[in-house]
């Protein structure tokens, strides 16, 4: 069954703080990897979109790199601001690529504390 | 641009009631989704439209009916509404992008329902 697991579940930080949260996939074939911010209350906002071919993707302070022989993803976040607490939600959609088979991770919750 | 916009933000139903959520696009977007969100766990897809007119089920699609009758509107419906439907609804809106398959969607606010 294809899965995206994403580690830890849950993280509090100091801000300034860097942090790599992960995302471990099973999805074979696969298409493309999301990572999205998901600040409390409202709708996931993408934050970058790598395909198989591409092994790492910048925006800003925020620098994901993927693994596909591995099938694992990180996202780094440098120095981090309060505004950063959110959760971060790996996505992955396969090589078949159907609007409805897009796969989502349960997400990390990151807390940045002062 | 509004971009994805959701109403109602909250709700609060009784068990066996009826209602429609409704969720608009202004990105001229060919692909819209209908997703919950339970603690824990990831995105679930209940329902979604390759273009208007045409719907189709996902992953979790019992207890839900849904309606495209026009491009930039999805509509989700409740028959009779189950605490098991508590949940948050969000509402998503893609133009596929079938050279790259980026398919990239964004997301509405949500819309936090309550079944008692």
């Known amino acids: 069954k294809n899965q995206v697991e994403q580690s830890p579940q849950s993280l509090i930080i100091l801000e300034g703080k860097n942090c790599t949260l992960q995302?471990?996939?099973?999805?074979?074939?696969?298409?493309?990897l999301r990572w999205y911010k998901q600040d409390t209350g409202r709708g996931p906002v993408s934050l970058t979109i790598?395909?198989?071919?591409?092994n790492t993707k910048s925006n800003g302070r925020y620098t994901a790199t993927l693994d596909a022989d591995t099938k694992q993803s990180s996202l780094h976040i440098t120095a981090s601001q309060l505004s950063d607490s959110a959760s971060y939600i790996c996505?992955?959609?396969?090589?078949?690529?159907?609007?409805?088979?897009?796969?989502f991770g349960s997400g990390t919750r990151l807390s940045i504390r002062p | 641009n509004a971009g994805v916009t959701q109403t109602p933000k909250f709700r609060v139903l009784k068990t066996g009631q009826s209602m429609t959520l409704l969720c608009a696009q202004d990105?001229?977007?060919?692909?819209m989704y209908w997703y919950r969100q339970d603690p824990g766990m990831g995105l679930r897809l209940i329902h979604y439209?390759?273009?208007?007119?045409?719907?189709a089920k996902g992953e979790v699609p019992d207890g839900y009916n849904v309606s495209r009758l026009k491009k930039q509107n999805f509509l989700l419906g409740l028959e009779s509404a189950a605490p098991s439907q508590t949940s948050v609804y969000f509402c998503?809106?893609?133009?596929?992008?079938?050279?790259?398959?980026?398919?990239?969607?964004?997301f509405g606010p949500g819309t936090r329902l309550t079944v008692l």
């Open positions: 998503a809106s893609s133009y596929p992008d079938r050279k790259s398959s980026y398919n990239e969607q964004f």
């Open positions: 995302c471990n996939y099973t999805v074979s074939p696969f298409s493309n």
């Open positions: 790598m395909t198989f071919s591409e």
């Open positions: 996505v992955v959609i396969p090589g078949y690529s159907s609007a409805s088979k897009i796969i």
């Open positions: 990105m001229n977007h060919e692909y």
């Open positions: 439209s390759v273009g208007e007119g045409t719907t």
